[in-house]
């Protein structure tokens, strides 16, 4: 056998990132190549905010351990979330099942197998109370996955504190209300992309003017990766629609500083440790520029706020307490990347819905990562590296090479129709499957190192008879509740929240007096 070390040969004449990226061998100051190198980087809390938008990173305060959770009744997801909460979870995160996310009642002929099998099943404003009894929603923050119907799922939450005297203004979480990588990946949608942006802008006015503390779009690369896309694709697609929700705010009228606080973005932490590490703090850079370039965007406006769930797509079926350790990296890379909140996903969930214990275990891993490995002790600890800021450099570079094809095409909403995003990601997901099968890229328990062994981990079984009792509950409402429907006059400008006249779709939803509950 060859001593490689010895001829100095290597096992591999090409080493790259999953985004096609060049890895050398050895990284030096003069990869470095940006003459204003230090004012590229600055410092955390500081323009452009590569390394941070806070001065203090995790020495203030640590990230948000906000796991997503949804499955089933909406009193098993109670349940669930009252277990993590238990265990140091510090904030929700809302899974909702596909019929939900489509749009449909549990009790639609389109909904029927669908029940609770990804998420939550959420019908009507019972069913919200019934998910978020005995939880302080004025101290606990909500994240809610939610797309197409975002507006409706929203009001419901809104109405359901009201309920219980909680006032809107006191409400903290996130929507994820991001439209546009729908059509682009996840395919959740209900409505064409015009009318949907629509929408999506009432949510932010709305937001913008009555729940200071609530995120009003949650810009979504997740899901973007999880379709099969690179690194490089995930991030300059989301900034994209980003800046395609700013623009289109502004063209309603709202000023930039009313609105863009209050915007966060949701990425995800995929296998490729510093090329991830890389792109969240390349994320934070060109975005401030954009801002403060485009749109004279106040300094607290260029921050770019993120969740990070690590990458669903990468877990196997096979030896899944691997699991573990693929997301333990995923994890540690977001969290050098300087996230926000972050979810970890559970061992479990390429066979189904995490069990407790296996949640239990992610919520851990976050936790020992937090308080156990060092690494929130210091801010942007792997700042200076020569290999992370050539990374963080190169993707940049990338990013504005795929806006410049974007702008092309004549923007985002263009690129969609004419199916460009669709076919960059289905693209680079056949070359990622396709090194797999080559080996040219190994994944433990797949394609080497297999097991032929059986699992042997529980697995988690929901309630046989939650979805009878769901169409009990929504038929009972429906002999008890009325509801008018209102056709907004798109003639008259946004006014206060209960005037039924409003131009805006969502003030009449937003308040249980539109629902007519008795």
């Known amino acids: 056998m060859v001593n490689r070390r010895e001829t100095g040969s290597e096992r591999r004449s090409n080493f790259t990132t999953a985004s096609g990226l060049p890895i050398k061998r050895v990284y030096t100051a003069g990869q470095i190549t940006d003459p204003d190198c230090q004012a590229d980087l600055g410092m955390p809390g500081e323009y452009p905010f590569l390394r941070g938008v806070h ?18 009744t909406a009193e098993e997801t109670n349940s669930r979330y009252r277990y993590l909460l238990e265990h140091g979870q510090t904030g929700l995160s809302v899974a909702f099942d596909y019929p939900t996310l489509d749009g449909y009642d549990t009790d639609h002929p389109l909904a029927r197998g669908e029940f609770g099998k990804c998420g939550v099943a959420i019908s009507s404003l019972a069913d919200m109370e019934l998910l978020f009894d005995g939880i302080p929603l004025d101290q606990v923050t909500t994240s809610m996955t939610i797309n197409g119907p975002a507006a409706v799922v929203w009001a419901m939450y809104i109405a359901a504190a009201e309920k219980r005297g909680i006032p809107m203004e006191k409400l903290g979480g996130t929507i994820q209300n991001d439209i546009l990588k729908e059509y682009m990946a996840q395919f959740s949608f209900i409505f064409p992309p015009e009318p949907s942006m629509r929408l999506v802008v009432d949510t932010i006015e709305f937001g913008s003017r009555y729940l200071p503390r609530w995120n009003t779009v949650s810009i979504s690369g997740y899901h973007i990766r999880e379709a099969g896309s690179t690194a490089v694709q995930e991030l300059a697609f989301t900034l994209a629609d980003g800046l395609t929700y700013v623009q289109a705010a502004i063209d309603r009228g709202l000023k930039v500083d ?42 607290r406006s260029q921050w770019l706020r993120f969740h990070t ?3 669903g797509c990468t877990l ?13 990296l995923q994890a540690l890379a977001a969290v050098l990347g300087g996230t926000q909140s972050l979810h970890t996903n559970s061992m479990d969930e390429a066979l189904a819905l995490p069990s407790e214990k296996a949640a239990l275990i992610a919520l851990r ?4 990562i937090a308080h156990e490995s060092g690494v929130a002790n210091s801010v942007d600890p792997l700042g200076g590296s020569f290999m992370v800021e050539t990374l963080t450099n190169q993707i940049e570079e990338a990013v504005y090479e795929y806006f410049d094809k974007i702008d ?5 909403i263009a690129g969609i129709e004419n199916g460009f995003f669709q076919r960059e990601i289905a693209e680079a997901a056949y070359r990622y499957q396709g090194e797999i099968e080559t080996r040219d890229r190994i994944i433990v328990g797949i394609n080497e190192y297999e097991l032929d062994e059986p699992i042997e981990i529980p697995i988690l079984e929901m309630d046989k008879e939650g979805e009878r009792r769901q169409i009990s509950r929504l038929n009972r409402m429906f002999q008890h509740v009325s509801v008018k429907i209102i056709e907004p006059d798109t003639k008259l400008p946004f006014q206060s929240l209960r005037n039924p006249s409003c131009s805006h779709v969502f003030p009449n939803l937003a308040s249980p007096s539109k629902w007519n509950i008795r």
């Open 55 to 72: 001065r203090t990173g995790y020495r203030g305060q640590l990230w948000t351990m906000r796991m997503f959770a949804g499955f089933g």
């Open 408 to 412: 092309s095409l004549g923007g985002v």
């Open 258 to 299: 009313d609105f863009a606080p209050r915007l966060s973005f949701f990425f995800n932490s995929h296998n490729e440790f510093f090329e991830e590490i890389a792109k969240f703090r390349a994320a934070r850079r060109i975005w401030a520029r954009e801002m403060k370039e485009r749109f004279g965007a106040s300094e």
């Open 316 to 328: 196997t079926a096979q030896q899944p307490e691997n699991n573990i350790i693929r997301t333990t």
């Open 365 to 368: 891993t976050q936790q020992l």
């Open 309 to 311: 769930q690590t990458a």
